[in-house]
């Protein structure tokens, strides 16, 4: 299947979770999946997975939020503001 379709669990402990922390909102746009899980742990595992909810229609990235939006039922949070923003500009 497709990157975006996964969800990457990373365990680590010390400066390496430090330093996951410090990057965590950019870390799935960094392994092109839909979403990056951290957690604390003696060792350093990487698990790959199935992402968490449904496939947006416009970025295909697999969301949670899917469907949260009356207005645009089949789109992600981050589509969502998206398409928002883009009907204000067009609409001044």
Same mark, same amino acid.
Not at 33 to 39: A, W
Not at 51 to 75: F, H, I, L, Q
């Given at each position: &299947?497709?990157?975006?379709?996964?969800? +990457?669990?990373?365990?680590?402990? &010390?400066?390496?979770?430090?330093?996951?922390?410090?990057?965590? $909102? *950019?870390?799935?746009?960094?392994?092109?999946?839909?979403?990056? *899980?951290?957690?604390?742990?003696?060792? %350093?595992?990487? $698990?790959?997975?199935?992402?968490? &909810?449904?496939?947006?229609?416009?970025?295909? $990235?697999?969301?949670?939020?899917? &469907?949260?939006? /009356?207005?645009?039922?089949?789109?992600? /949070?981050?589509? +969502?503001?998206?398409?928002?923003? %883009?009907?204000?500009?067009?609409?001044?």
């Amino acid at each position: &299947g497709s990157s975006l379709e996964a969800k +990457v669990t990373l365990k680590a402990s &010390g400066s390496v979770l430090e330093l996951l922390q410090q990057h965590q $909102n *950019d870390l799935r746009y960094l392994f092109i999946v839909s979403q990056v *899980d951290l957690h604390e742990s003696p060792d %350093f595992i990487i $698990n790959v997975s199935a992402a968490d &909810g449904t496939k947006c229609e416009r970025c295909w $990235n697999y969301s949670t939020r899917v &469907g949260e939006s /009356e207005r645009y039922p089949t789109v992600c /949070e981050r589509c +969502v503001a998206a398409l928002k923003e %883009f009907e204000e500009v067009t609409t001044d």
